[in-house]
């Protein structure tokens, strides 16, 4: 058996500051960061992805868009009622919820688009949680065109595939 890999590393691109690079075991993929770069102060909206060392906190995948991809993180298919709270008046701020809740912003997680068929939440901003610090970053899918993401990092479908089975439980994607 191959062993597990514990180290994800995210560089943004010299040339381009919404592109970069994921490297993991010494393969590197391209990948796509927050519209704002990578950012040391983080703030709800700001469209920048955090800077630091961010643990893996689990697998959520839309079962309905293809097969399980195997991982040994902890598992959650995602369901039309899933979504994160992004509204920083809520005592439920920067945590997955159920849907419809009236008067919360949230980040739906099942979408039109491919964006979220497979997400892996990072450890931000969640020990403790700090309003306004940031929510719902995400290691997900990447938009076709390459465009940059909300704060996130996204790859493509081939990398997920690639990756997910290699990674170990205590996996920690650092950022920057």
């Given at each position: 058996?191959?062993?597990?890999?514990?180290?994800?590393?995210?560089?943004?691109?010299?040339?381009?500051?919404?592109?970069?690079?994921?490297?993991?075991?010494g393969v590197t993929f391209p990948c796509v960061l927050g519209r704002s770069g990578l950012v040391t102060a983080k703030r709800e909206g700001d469209g920048g992805t955090?800077?630091?060392?961010?643990?893996?906190?689990?697998?959520?995948?839309?079962?309905?868009?293809?097969?399980?991809?195997?991982?040994?993180?902890?598992?959650?298919?995602?369901?039309p009622e899933d979504a994160w709270c992004d509204d920083v008046a809520d005592r439920r701020?920067?945590?997955?919820?159920?849907?419809?809740?009236?008067?919360?912003?949230?980040?739906?997680?099942?979408?039109?688009?491919?964006?979220?068929?497979?997400?892996?939440?990072?450890?931000?901003?969640?020990?403790?949680?700090?309003?306004?610090?940031?929510?719902?970053?995400?290691?997900?899918?990447?938009?076709?065109?390459?465009?940059?993401?909300?704060?996130?990092?996204?790859?493509?479908?081939?990398?997920?595939?690639?990756?997910?089975?290699?990674?170990?439980?205590?996996?920690?994607?650092?950022?920057?």
């Amino acid at each position: 058996m191959k062993r597990q890999i514990r180290l994800l590393r995210v560089q943004a691109s010299p040339l381009c500051h919404t592109k970069g690079r994921l490297t993991i075991a010494g393969v590197t993929f391209p990948c796509v960061l927050g519209r704002s770069g990578l950012v040391t102060a983080k703030r709800e909206g700001d469209g920048g992805t955090p800077r630091g060392a961010l643990p893996l906190r689990g697998l959520l995948q839309r079962r309905d868009r293809g097969p399980r991809i195997p991982s040994a993180l902890p598992f959650h298919a995602i369901r039309p009622e899933d979504a994160w709270c992004d509204d920083v008046a809520d005592r439920r701020y920067n945590k997955p919820i159920k849907r419809p809740l009236d008067q919360t912003s949230e980040e739906r997680l099942t979408r039109a688009d491919r964006l979220y068929d497979v997400i892996i939440p990072l450890g931000w901003n969640d020990g403790p949680i700090v309003k306004g610090r940031g929510s719902a970053i995400f290691w997900h899918l990447s938009r076709e065109n390459g465009s940059p993401t909300a704060g996130c990092v996204a790859v493509t479908p081939d990398v997920f595939r690639k990756v997910l089975p290699r990674l170990s439980r205590h996996a920690v994607m650092v950022i920057g």
